[in-house]
């Protein structure tokens, strides 16, 4: 008996309206990225085992897919770890190769590998798919592209700076308003843990302050409290919780409350310097706002953090974030090389399109032109009608059978085909074509030795 | 100690300039998928197993990538099997996914499982890699790109008329001049084999007769004889390896020799009236050849058999192929579905490309303006106008630091950066810019309120 097929949960089939539009997205970013100066490189969709393990944490280790060896797998397991029948021992012993986790750790081993053929500072892009074993849910799968873009080798803050440009640039193409870039710098959040004496509980009181908007100052205190932060401390830090004004504003609080702290002001005139030279440049359309209770990738980034939210109006969460990390080769052998890096959400972005409309409508027109098949004869004719318009560049094609005019003209509609031509008997006889507007239901007609007259017509 | 880093054998790294040649390639590929009507799709990397294996034999099967399951795997394998410690066995058990291996499989499925919501006849292209377990050889690798167009549920020949069109519109727009489309069609082979009345020796014939261009009619007669096939038999089909003259001139000829076989005589009138039928569309850079000899696919492949091959002072195999098939999808349980599809060879494309010089020098200019960088102040103004030129859409770039002016220069070159910009102290106190073109070494000033008379001259 025949299968009845599926596909394995957590994975996508993509239509190809959904590819169009996917597409769309990626051509977009992927212009932006090339006219910021950043080079594509790809890598192979499996690494090594060991180049992967171990640079997510436990958990990631735990979500990384592993390729089973082929042929005769088992009989290179020895016999005391086949005895124990235990997976974590057996695991390494019968996989060598995974399906990479992020575009980040093999740009890093990329680096390493070819560093003497590279030009640094290094800007490079990659948009290719990652996978992970995570639990599948709305919006989570074990299948999905990463957008991303880094720069090794520069120290400069002017990198930073050109990030939120390129950000502001994808989504003004994108015609997505009201998109809010938010900044954060790790040395900030050091910063304020150093003032209120308590760095060693660095991460408990950025995952504490992170809680802001959802549980209010109130809640955030009490948490601290929990984690063994002193009353005096929490007091110390009181701005934090009614930072207002404009993002320099903001900033000269901060600078304030953190004039004791070196690495705090520090990433304060980090940030100011990044403030003010993208007013002087101006975005189009997104926002730019200082919020020091952003803490993504506290473990990795070492400067700047950055996030992006939707417009306030969709619910949905952040659409792209990165930041800036002092040594991302340091685990393939390669010391002192910075990067800085933003990503772009590819499904999240498409959703935000779908919700508030934005994608193009001509996006689904996939077919400009068909020819209605009325026979052999015609048909012929047809084609050679259609080459010429390929050879211009029109999506064109002809139906393939003599069907009915009905269901020629159904298929019409169903793929959106804003016309149709018809060359019947008739029209062959004159040397003709006809073509109606499917919009509209306007018919024209043309001689068919100067398809050019329609073509300047499209 | 730091892991030096390596990737898997038999998979590639792909540096920019290598990415930007194959986007290149299939970006043109793409292109005419599109203007002859294609919708692209997407399948997910991994299938379910069952949806893989069995379906390209033995010898396949045990190329495909398997994955193993995630969390603890083996807790799930019975003791018995356990106790067996074999792969073959226990292999199964521990594995649910594996990586596609083509893109014909994953595609009969997508065809079954939305066969609601597809417009039939669907012709849909698909960009994506492919894995194979395969020993790694020159020109082999265990994951490539396939690029494949297939239309289902259209019986006509002029789908088989419009692949070799569109196998010459991708050559033509590569200016790869002298590709040959060798065109078959399983029924002649079969006739062939029902004249000579060794109709179950069709295979052990046509890997014979496959070889004549090798070991000439001696040798395949010698073969044929070897393999059973009577010297009368061979005789019925001397005029095989006397074909000469146009490709309906051979047709003819093969009709004759065939009249007896219902089936091939079918054959050779199907090839007649593509070959009428291209002929009368023309071609532009591909040449159309009857090569009775190509059996390639011929466990699948029902009609039409095409196979491209570069030009003739190029050594290097097949550079795409196809053909039709009558039962895609009927192992996952849709009947009466007819294909018929076309591929092409990326890899070898992008070598014939390269061997012949024939990619676009312009290609290489990943980056058309870098701005010098002397100093804050200066930068700033520089990045003024890099906002600007970037949003004429001109890839432009700041070098990230005050480097020495010589080091600045010397990645401009290695870049091949075809425009340098100069804002000096000087630059900046007149307002001007200074463009100096590293072809030619001339410099030309411009005022910075006006960058646009610089973009017109680009």
Redesign the interface.
């Known amino acids: 008996?025949?299968?009845?097929?599926?596909?394995?949960k957590g994975?996508?089939?993509?239509?190809?309206n959904e590819?169009?539009k996917r597409?769309y997205i990626t051509g977009i970013i992927q212009?932006?990225f090339?006219?910021?100066?950043f080079?594509?490189?790809?890598?192979?969709?499996?690494?090594?085992s060991?180049?992967l393990l171990g640079k997510y944490g436990d958990e990631g280790d735990?979500?990384i897919?592993?390729?089973?060896n082929?042929?005769?797998?088992?009989?290179k397991?020895d016999d005391y770890t086949?005895s124990s029948?235990?997976?974590t021992s057996?695991?390494p012993k019968?996989?060598?190769?995974a399906?990479r986790y992020d575009l980040t750790v093999p740009f890093a081993?990329?680096v390493?590998?070819?560093r003497n053929?590279i030009?640094f500072?290094f800007?490079?892009y990659q948009i290719q798919?990652v996978?992970r074993?995570d639990r599948p849910q709305k919006g989570r799968f074990r299948?999905f592209y990463q957008c991303d873009a880094d720069?090794v080798g520069?120290?400069?803050l002017?990198?930073e700076?050109e990030f939120i440009?390129l950000y502001d640039?994808v989504f003004s193409d994108l015609k997505l308003q009201g998109v809010t870039i938010k900044l954060n710098n790790r040395k900030i959040l050091s910063g304020i843990s150093e003032v209120i004496g308590a760095k060693h509980l660095l991460v408990d009181f950025t995952v504490a302050l992170d809680k802001l908007d959802k549980i209010g100052r109130e809640g955030v205190e009490k948490e601290m409290l929990n984690k063994g932060i002193s009353e005096a401390a929490i007091e110390k830090v009181a701005p934090l919780f009614s930072l207002s004004g404009t993002n320099l504003e903001q900033l000269d609080a901060l600078g304030l409350m953190l004039k004791t702290s070196e690495e705090g002001s520090a990433g304060v005139e980090d940030l100011r310097f990044i403030v003010q030279?993208v007013e002087?440049?101006?975005l189009e359309v997104a926002k730019l706002e200082i919020d020091v209770t952003l803490a993504r990738g506290l473990n990795y980034y070492t400067g700047a953090i950055f996030e992006v939210s939707a417009p306030k109006n969709i619910n949905m969460g952040s659409i792209g974030g990165g930041g800036r990390y002092d040594d991302l080769t340091?685990?393939?052998?390669l010391n002192d090389v910075s990067g800085v890096g933003i990503s772009f959400g590819l499904d999240r972005i498409y959703l935000v399109l779908e919700e508030l409309e934005l994608f193009p409508e001509s996006i689904e027109q996939?077919?400009e032109v068909l020819c209605l098949n009325f026979g052999e004869k015609e048909?012929?004719a047809s084609?050679?009608l259609i080459?010429t318009l390929?050879?211009a560049?029109?999506?064109?094609?002809?139906y393939?059978?003599d069907a009915k005019i009905q269901k020629q003209f159904k298929?019409a509609n169903?793929?959106k085909v804003p016309y149709v031509i018809l060359i019947g008997a008739e029209e062959l006889a004159k040397n003709t074509f006809v073509v109606k507007n499917m919009m509209d239901g306007g018919q024209k007609s043309f001689d068919l030795e100067r398809p050019e007259e329609f073509v300047q017509d499209l």
Chains 1, 2 share one sequence.
């Open positions: 008996m025949a299968q009845k097929p599926s596909i394995p994975t996508r089939d993509f239509s190809p590819v169009i597409n212009k932006h090339q006219v910021f100066g080079q594509p490189i790809e890598t192979p969709s499996f690494e090594n060991e180049t735990r979500l897919f592993k390729i089973l082929s042929g005769d797998f088992i009989s397991v086949y029948k235990d997976s057996l695991g019968i996989t060598e190769k399906l081993r990329y390493v590998m070819h053929e030009e500072p800007k490079r798919p996978w074993a299948e720069v520069a120290n400069s002017l990198q700076v440009q640039a030279t002087q440049l101006g340091g685990i393939f052998g996939s077919l048909a012929l084609l050679k080459s390929r050879k560049g029109v999506k064109a094609d002809l393939p059978s298929y169903n793929r």
